[in-house]
DNA sequence: CCGGATCCGGTCTGATACTG
DNA sequence: CAGTATCAGACCGGATCCGG
């Protein structure tokens, strides 16, 4: 695996990913984890909102939502605007980028359908 | 996230995983780290054995990777032969279920290629 | 030697509490 | 409500050990 982060001096950490040969490793670097793809997922279901993220059934911590959709923007996949300003409120929405990621999703459901039967929540995702 | 593994009484600890609705987290929970799908891919490029498999660019540590194909083999994607007694070895190889796989690894190749560029290794995986 | 198993320090995760 | 701070425990991975 590429050594996904390194931290600048100081105290500002900057996210830094090295590039591997292999596609897959590069992808499995910024996703290949529990909770980025999940978010991943509500955001192609429509969700936009902090509040709504973070109601999913999967209980993600409200830390870890923060900081999977901080190191999003960093990646490119998602961007932040505000859509309120008293008190200061923001939407995340996917870029392009991180809509491409859909065959990725729609392979993964496909799979755990077939081998995790039973499962019908999510079982198509609408159009971005 | 469905809580991923519990364990047993006394010294044997065993999988179990609960099963979510929705079939991306049944996926995330089995496959969601960095080095499961990385030791998927190599055992589609056609690896079968330990040394090939530790022989990968991406230096997997050797207790990750015997953890791993551990994990693969409980969860039906892998099965562990032997093909020489003396002394025992044994070959990995990948069940229908972890064949299955293919079009997840195509889809990550793929969006991989597109965003990060000059990756031509594993561009194509050769057929199961 | 090879295929792992064990050990162990450092890093990351995630439940909870906290803040504006 | 939208995040941040904290901190114990889980996990990662490098080094080392061991059986065949």
Redesign the pocket.
């Known amino acids: ?1 590429t ?3 390194e ?1 600048a001096e100081g105290e500002s950490s900057e996210l830094k990913f090295e590039r591997s040969c292999c596609p897959i490793t590069n992808v499995l670097d910024t996703l290949g ?3 980025t793809l999940l978010v991943i997922r509500d955001l192609m279901l429509g969700k936009k ?4 993220l ?1 109601a999913s059934p999967e ?9 999977r ?2 190191k999003l923007e960093v990646c490119g996949l998602v961007t ?1 605007c505000a859509y309120q300003w008293k ?4 939407e ?1 929405v996917l870029t392009q980028k991180g809509k491409d990621l859909r065959p990725v999703l729609d392979a993964m459901r496909r799979w755990g359908r077939e081998y995790y039967p039973g499962t019908m929540v999510f079982a198509t995702l609408p159009p971005c």
Request: aromatic share 10%; net charge positive; no cysteine.
């Open positions: 695996m050594s996904g982060r931290t984890d529990k909770w909102r902090y509040h709504e973070i209980k993600i911590a409200s830390n870890i939502l923060a900081e959709l901080k932040r008190p200061l409120r923001h995340y």
